[in-house]
């Protein structure tokens, strides 16, 4: 999936293999793209498999400002948080502690591989869970 902010940037679908790396697109959000196509957005479904290539570092923000934090895992699964509030980012990352980070708090640059996709929808609900999130602003 590419979060709403993404819907005007060119996507295309990640694929098993893949490398990705963070990106800022300039639209007030970060996410993946390929390292020979960084103007691309690589957009991830719900409970994709990644490994990154070294500790994940976030973005951490608090009463002393701007910072940076890192979580101890190189693997999490991609998913979609509160998808019923408008407006809001909804691509996150569950580590395997079950924490969960919003994918736009990764820090720039980061290297990631796909390792598996989510199985095929098939249910209703499934389907729904994988489709682009679109909002009427």
Not at 98 to 119: M, R
Request: net charge negative.
């Amino acid at each position: 999936m590419c979060d709403y902010s993404l819907q005007n940037v060119k996507s295309r679908p990640a694929s098993v293999g893949d490398k990705l790396t963070t990106r800022n697109f300039g639209t007030g959000t970060r996410g993946f793209a390929a390292p020979e196509d960084p103007t691309t957005a690589v957009c991830v479904l719900p409970g994709t498999e990644l490994a990154f290539s070294k500790e994940i570092a976030c973005v951490s923000h608090g009463l002393l400002g701007w910072g940076s934090k890192t979580a101890v895992h190189k693997t999490a699964i991609f998913r979609q948080i509160n998808k019923d509030i408008p407006h809001r980012h909804h691509d996150a990352l569950e580590f395997p502690d079950g924490e969960t980070v919003l994918l736009t708090e990764l820090c720039e640059g980061q290297e990631a591989t796909v390792l598996q996709l989510p199985a095929i929808p098939t249910t209703q609900e499934e389907v729904e869970a994988q489709t682009r999130v679109t909002y009427v602003g």
